[in-house]
RNA sequence: GGCCCCAUCGUCUAGAGGCCUAGGACAUCGCCCUCUCACGGCGAAGACAGGGAUUCGAAUUCCCUUGGGGCUACCA
C-alpha cells in the first residue's frame, strides 16, 4: 500500500494552490509546507499558483495575505507570484513570463488555454455544450431529492445535435461545458497513500468544465494547468478523493500521462466531530502570529500533523525536517485540530531562542501595549535584552510579553493594595516591619548585587525568626505589584537599587 | 439518501504476524526542586471500536457491523 518513492521520480516539482477568497487557512498552511519540504528535498521546484477562477469569492487582498502568511512561515517558492528570484513586485497583469517559465500563474490569466483544451474535449467527443438555465438544474435536482434519487446533471443535453448547438449559439444563448462522463466502467485511481481507489463511472454525472461567464471549473483548471506546469506530485486535501475520478478521467480525455496524487488528510475540529471551521477558533494563519506564536512553532506543530519521522523525534527545525521528510511517512487518518501542543511548543521555542532574537520579537508587541517607543532607543531595547532572559521561560505566548515586564519597563508601579501586601498568615504590622527593615538592610548595601542582597535578607529573615519567604513575598509586590514574578534578586538587580528603595518606601505608607 | 475515505490512550502518534504485560509526546493528576510563578526531574492514570475468518500465533491480513469524516454547486 504505500510505496516509497524510488529515486527515478525525484525531483519533485509541486505547487501549492490556494484560492484567493480569503485568509491562508491553517490547513493549507500544513499543505504547503509538506509541499515545500517535498520540493526543497529533492532538489526540485516550489511553485505557487493562484486558483481564481471564481470571480464572486474572489478577495483582492488575499493575495497578499497569503504570500505574507507563506513567507512568515519560513517558506520560500522558485515561480508564482512573490516568487525569489522573480519579478517579486509584479502581480497580475504582469508579462506571463514575470514569474517563471509556465506562466502565467494566476488561472484567471489563462482562460484562452482551457478554452482551447475545452475545445479539444468537444472535438474528439469527451465534451459537450449544455445550454440548461440554472433553473432547470434546480427544478431537476429538487425533483430527484424528492425521488430520492441521487442528485446530479440529468444529462439533458448530452445528445444535441452540432447543428442546434449552433443554432441555439447563434439565437445569443450561452452555454457551459460538460464533461460526458462514461455511462458505465469504473474508474480506479492511485493515491500514493492509499493505494487503488476505485469509483463506479454511473455514480459520477456530467461535471462543468467551463462555465458560462467563460472561467473553468477547478476540475479543468487543475488538470490542465499541472500538466502544462509539468507538476510531478499533486499534493491537496482529502476533500478532492471524491472528485479524484473526474481529474483521472480527463488526464485520460486530454491523453496526458498523470501525475502522482498525494491526498492528505483533513483538519477537523479539535473534538474531533466535523471539519475544522472558524467556529473552532483560529483558522487564519495570521491569527495565529497575532495571537504570539513563534513560526518556529508552529512550523513544528504542522509538521506533525500528519506526518511522523522513523523515530521518535518531535522538535524540527525547518533544516532538520528537510533531511527526514518523506511522503510514506505522511499519515492517512483525519486530525483533529487541537492546540494545546503547539502551545507547548510555543514554549519550547521561546526558551530555545537567544535573548536578543527574542526581543526583537517582543519588541512589536510591547510596542503595542505601549511599554516601548516606536521607534525604541537603542538603549531602551538593550534594557530589554537584559530583562528577557528573566522571563523567558514563563512566557507561553509572545503576547503575554507585557505583562511580564510592566514593572521592569514602567518607571513606577501602581501603589500595591494592602491585601497582596500582607500575607495570608501575617498582619499589616509584621509585614510594615518587615518591609522596613528589608529595606534598611538593603539601603546600606555598598554594593546591590544579587548574593549581597540574598545574603542580608536571608541573614535578616533569621534575626526575625521568620521564613525567607515570609521576607521575599512582601517584598515582591511591594517592588512589583505582582505575586508572581522572575526570582526576587534579579528582579531587584535587574530594577536598580534606587527604584528598589523607591517602590519600599511607597509601598510601607500603605500599611502605615 | 448515494458515492468515497478513515478507525491504537482525551489529542498527535509508534507499531508493517511473534520484539506488545502496546512505546513516545501534549494535556491531566501526584511527588520533588523552590523566595512566588514558571522551568526542570520523577511517577500515576489513560488506547488496539465490536464480531467473525486466516494462522501455532493478530493492534498488525481478510470480511461484516458500528462509529467518524469527506463529497454530492456554473465554490475551490
Known amino acids: 500500500m504505500q510505496e516509497v518513492f524510488p529515486l527515478s521520480d525525484l525531483p519533485f516539482r509541486v505547487r501549492f494552490a490556494p484560492s484567493p477568497t480569503g485568509f491562508l487557512h491553517i490547513g493549507g498552511a500544513r499543505t504547503a509546507i509538506y509541499d515545500w519540504l517535498l520540493a526543497r528535498s529533492t532538489g526540485g521546484q516550489f511553485i505557487l499558483r493562484i486558483e481564481d477562477t471564481d470571480r464572486t469569492r474572489f478577495v483582492a487582498e488575499s493575495l497578499q495575505d497569503i504570500m505574507d502568511s507563506l513567507k512568515w512561515l519560513g517558506l520560500d517558492w522558485d515561480e508564482g507570484p512573490g516568487a525569489r528570484g522573480t519579478d517579486e513586485k509584479a502581480g497580475y497583469g ?14 484567471s490569466e489563462r482562460l484562452d488555454l482551457y478554452h482551447k483544451y475545452a475545445r479539444q474535449l468537444i472535438a474528439d467527443g469527451h465534451a459537450y455544450y449544455c445550454f440548461c438555465s440554472s433553473e432547470r438544474l434546480n427544478a431537476v435536482r429538487t425533483a430527484q431529492e424528492a425521488a430520492k434519487q441521487p442528485p446530479g446533471y440529468d444529462r439533458h443535453c448530452r445528445t444535441l445535435s452540432p447543428e442546434e448547438v449552433q443554432s441555439r449559439f447563434d439565437a445569443g444563448e450561452k452555454a ?6 462514461p455511462l458505465k466502467g469504473t474508474t480506479e485511481v492511485y493515491d500514493e497513500l492509499r493505494g487503488k481507489l476505485s469509483f463506479e463511472n454511473r455514480t459520477l454525472d456530467d461535471h462543468i468544465l467551463l462555465k458560462s461567464d467563460g472561467f473553468p471549473t477547478y476540475h479543468l483548471a487543475v488538470v490542465v494547468d499541472d500538466h502544462l506546469m509539468k507538476i510531478t506530485h499533486a499534493v491537496r486535501g482529502e476533500e478532492w478523493i471524491a472528485s479524484f475520478p473526474r481529474h483521472v478521467l480527463l488526464y485520460q480525455a486530454l491523453g496526458w500521462e498523470l501525475p502522482k496524487f498525494v491526498h492528505l488528510p483533513i483538519f477537523l475540529a479539535p473534538s474531533g466531530g466535523g471539519k475544522l471551521s472558524k467556529r473552532h477558533g483560529a483558522t487564519g494563519l495570521k491569527e495565529y502570529r497575532d495571537k504570539g506564536y513563534l513560526p518556529e512553532a508552529l512550523f513544528n506543530f504542522l509538521l506533525l500533523l500528519g506526518w511522523h519521522p522513523s523515530d521518535e523525534q518531535e522538535l524540527f527545525t525547518a533544516e532538520e525536517a528537510l533531511k527526514v521528510f518523506t511522503v510514506d511517512r505522511i499519515n492517512k487518518s483525519p486530525v483533529a485540530f487541537s492546540t494545546d501542543k503547539l502551545d507547548w511548543f510555543n514554549g519550547v521555542y521561546i526558551r530555545k531562542m537567544d535573548p536578543r532574537e527574542l526581543s526583537k520579537r517582543c519588541l512589536p508587541f510591547l510596542q503595542e501595549s505601549g511599554l516601548l517607543p516606536d521607534p525604541c532607543p537603542p538603549e531602551r531595547f538593550e534594557y530589554l535584552v537584559k530583562i528577557i532572559p528573566l522571563v523567558q521561560e514563563r512566557l507561553k505566548w509572545l503576547t503575554e510579553i507585557s505583562e511580564l515586564v510592566d514593572f521592569f519597563l514602567n518607571e513606577d508601579i501602581a501603589v500595591p493594595k494592602k491585601e497582596l501586601l500582607v500575607q495570608k498568615k501575617s498582619t499589616p504590622e509584621e509585614t510594615h516591619v518587615i518591609l522596613q527593615r528589608s529595606r534598611a538592610a538593603l539601603a546600606e548595601l555598598s554594593e546591590f548585587s544579587h548574593d549581597a542582597m540574598e545574603q542580608a535578607l536571608r541573614s535578616l529573615a533569621e534575626t526575625m525568626g521568620i521564613k525567607a519567604g515570609q521576607v521575599f513575598m512582601p517584598l515582591r509586590v511591594a517592588i512589583t505589584g505582582r505575586t508572581a514574578t ?22 510601607i505608607t500603605v500599611l502605615n
Open 486 to 507: 522572575p526570582g526576587i534578586f534579579e528582579t531587584m538587580d535587574a530594577l536598580g537599587k534606587e527604584r528598589v528603595l523607591k517602590r519600599l518606601d511607597q509601598a
Open 176 to 181: 457551459v461545458v460538460r464533461f460526458k462522463m
Open 94 to 107: 504582469s508579462d506571463p513570463t514575470a514569474h517563471g517559465p509556465y506562466g502565467p500563474y494566476f488561472q
